[in-house]
């Protein structure tokens, strides 16, 4: 009768599956897609920190680093008008094809150019010419990957992506961990199995892609993809220095194995990523269509809602920091566990200024996403300069938190502007729930940095958690059925 029982439910919930609209199943595969990225490097990345040296993996971190900002320069931020050109055209296939043809010729002119100067180029980027030329391959490789994703998620195909993305990521981790076991236990041995994989299956997909419908070039898909990608090249640098530049003065100022141990930390303070593209799969066009409908009552509860929810993770991560970096690591990263915390706030505050930013991206106030993001980059540039070579890498946490509270503050400056000019002073979110959340997460980190080492604090502290949980968990249920009835 039991088996009976579960085959039933089994059934029920294939039925369920089967009757959702195509473009909720869809997310349900694409959210799960990204979960298995993140959850293979999560696994994989205790494996490399393993094998590797500190300094080898400090040159793996360092290669991430800049495949970050040639990810930007080197295909002119062609993807950003993608889904604009999916809206002007019919022919979205026509669309693809020329987007991805582009990428083609900027992959031979950029691989001639290396390989003309693939010297100072490698001595530029503080690494290997073969590290160089895979570099090359893995960034422009990864624009028909993206290319031909965007296009699926657009027509809600989710089944090829599924596919393919398991080839990728599960290849790419399967075979990196074979090469640095039998082959090379150095960068190399990490990075040369990622780019062949990567190159191979782009080429795979430009063929299938080209095939289907022969459109290399097309004037007008062309003219338009360069004058709108071109103009965004600074604000997405002003985005990368915020981001991953610290790793690369670390290089420099400090040398690999300081990068390594900022690596780990970086790495346990964005897990909350996972989460975050997750929701932000579902909630950004929600967002969108809660402002175009006008319902900002409605988006301020989510809002405040999702925020509390990222804050109460990423709380969980600075708790548990020590045992995370354990796993993750071992104890030769254990002292970088000290800066897990300034980490989790600047995550904190990157995510929240995105809530701000999306209202002057609805209203075409991209000026104004500029001016704040080249102005925190700058200032990012200069605090790590200074500070880096006085107190280490570990400066790197603080400066960057620093940079992204005020990138917060500024965008909410320039949210109200937005919100006094085309909504007449009609606010979109509950800025004292937003203040009340903030405050609640500086301090919750300030006290785990001072007791975190206190074992038998945290653990009390954890066990009461746990009992209130247990015996308040009837009027939490009702609480969570109270918010979801205010949708």
Not at 210 to 229: H, L, P, Q, R, T
């Amino acid at each position: 009768m039991k088996e009976s029982g579960k085959f039933n439910y089994l059934l029920n919930l294939f039925h369920k599956y089967s009757i959702l609209p195509l473009p909720l199943k869809s997310s349900l595969w694409f959210m799960g897609c990204n979960f298995m990225q993140r959850g293979i490097m999560m696994i994989t990345t205790p494996v490399f920190t393993r094998i590797l040296s500190k300094e080898e993996y400090g040159v793996v971190s360092i290669f991430s680093s800049w495949q970050v900002v040639l990810e930007i320069v080197m295909p002119l931020c062609l993807n950003a008008c993608a889904l604009n050109l999916y809206v002007r055209y019919e022919d979205k296939e026509k669309v693809l094809s020329s987007l991805c043809s582009i990428e083609i010729v900027l992959t031979i002119f950029w691989l001639l150019n290396y390989l003309l100067f693939a010297e100072g180029i490698s001595n530029t980027l503080n690494m290997s010419i073969v590290l160089g030329l895979c570099m090359i391959l893995t960034v422009m490789a990864n624009q028909i990957i993206y290319l031909w994703t965007g296009y699926k998620r657009y027509i809600y195909d989710y089944k090829w992506v599924t596919i393919v993305t398991v080839l990728l990521t599960g290849g790419s981790s399967f075979f990196g961990v074979v090469c640095v076991l039998f082959w090379s236990s150095t960068a190399e041995g990490r990075i040369v199995p990622l780019a062949i994989i990567t190159s191979v299956i782009s080429i795979i997909l430009y063929c299938t892609i080209i095939k289907k419908n022969a459109a290399f070039y097309d004037k007008e898909i062309w003219m338009f993809a360069f004058s709108y990608g071109i103009p965004l090249i600074p604000h997405y640098i002003s985005q990368f220095i915020l981001q991953s530049s610290d790793k690369l003065m670390i290089n420099y100022m400090c040398g690999p194995q300081d990068v390594a141990m900022y690596s780990i930390a970086y790495s346990v303070g964005s897990l909350i990523n996972i989460l975050i593209t997750a929701i932000n799969a579902s909630f950004i066009p929600y967002q969108y269509q809660q402002i175009k409908n006008g319902n900002y009552k409605q988006l301020s509860l989510r809002a405040n809602q999702i925020m509390l929810i990222v804050a109460v993770f990423l709380i969980g991560i600075m708790m548990f920091s020590h045992e995370i970096i354990l796993i993750f690591g071992g104890e030769q990263y254990l002292d970088s566990q000290y800066i897990v915390v300034p980490i989790c706030l600047g995550v904190f505050f990157n995510y929240l200024f995105q809530i701000f930013a999306r209202v002057q991206e609805y209203y075409l106030h991209k000026f104004t996403l500029i001016i704040a993001s080249t102005t925190c980059a700058f200032l990012n540039f200069v605090l790590n300069y200074i500070f880096i070579q006085i107190y280490g890498y570990q400066a790197a946490a603080y400066t960057t938190f620093v940079c992204y509270f005020l990138f917060c503050f500024l965008h909410y400056l320039c949210y109200k502007r937005v919100v006094r000019t085309n909504l007449n002073g009609n606010k979109i979110y509950d800025m004292k729930g937003i203040v009340l959340v903030s405050v609640f997460i500086i301090l919750s980190g300030i006290m785990i940095y001072f007791f975190n080492h206190l074992i038998w604090i945290k653990y009390s502290v954890i066990t009461v958690a746990i009992i209130n949980f247990v015996i308040f968990r009837e009027k939490l249920v009702v609480f969570i059925k109270v918010l979801q009835s205010k949708k």
